[in-house]
DNA sequence: GTGTTTGCAAAGTGTTTGCAATTTA
DNA sequence: TAAATTGCAAACACTTTGCAAACAC
């Protein structure tokens, strides 16, 4: 089985992207597994909803917007896909859910990893009285030169 | 000259407030003076727009929630405030515009200053090619425990 | 007086929700 | 067929904008 994600062939069994929805306990809905193939197909990737929707919409696939949302959440609190808050205007989705730190290239509005340990955060401080530290987010702001 | 601000009585210099305007070239119009004594006037603060409007409209401030977006957008391309992208929620401007970090209390949506130099990021890797670095966040999310 | 700033209401953006119709197990 | 999911449109929260009236210099 072949199908095309974001221009090239790509040979994935089907299975994987089932394998996903059955462990978060996600019923596996054409929606669904195509938004899934989508995004975990093709390597590590990040997209707001918008992206996501159209990219489906170039792909064939029928999907509303506010399912492209909701299916997002859905894998965000299942653990399969992580949120990453850029700006107050849009949410961008990370398929890679390891802990890692983010370059936002604030002309193009991108996002991408930075890989491994290239940064590290050291003498973490404590956390105010009554709180447990949940995640560090750290994002590189960066711009043409 | 005494006035409240935040519940308690603060002396401060009107110049202050003054002096902050004319460096940066906005006029001190009644709006901008009253908004920039509530943020200025009482340490580090961070504020979402609704918050400054609210507080203002308790202390007999008239002000427009659009001035008031207005207002803290131009502080903030003046370098007098900064602003913290927390979710994709709202935004907030933080008194501080030295480097620092935060602190994001997820319960209580509250934002707080981590002191000086209780976080270090070591090993800032390479922007990407034809970037350079503008700005480094880290917002370290905390919820109660 | 002239250019700036304000307030209002309307428009805009990104996201969520209510609900009937459809699909899945 | 019972429960979950979808699509639509409407609602939502936050923010920006157009423009006439008010203000600062």
Do not use: C, W
Request: no cysteine; aromatic share 6%.
């Amino acid at each position: 089985m072949a199908y095309y994600v974001t221009g090239m062939i790509v040979k994935r069994p089907f299975s994987d992207v089932l394998d996903r929805l059955n462990v978060v306990g996600l019923r596996p809905t054409r929606q669904r597994m195509a938004l899934a193939r989508l995004l975990f197909d093709s390597g590590d990737r990040h997209v707001t909803a918008e992206q996501l929707h159209q990219q489906a919409t170039h792909h064939g696939v029928k999907v509303s917007l506010a399912t492209v949302y909701n299916t997002l959440n859905q894998f965000t609190a299942s653990g399969l896909l992580r949120e990453v808050a850029v700006d107050a205007r849009r949410s961008y989705f990370d398929t890679n859910t390891d802990p890692h730190h983010h370059f936002f290239n604030q002309d193009t509005a991108e996002l991408t990893d930075i890989l491994g340990a290239a940064v590290a955060v050291s003498r973490l401080p404590d956390a105010p009285a009554g709180t447990v530290i949940d995640s560090v987010d750290v994002i590189i702001r960066v711009r043409a030169n």
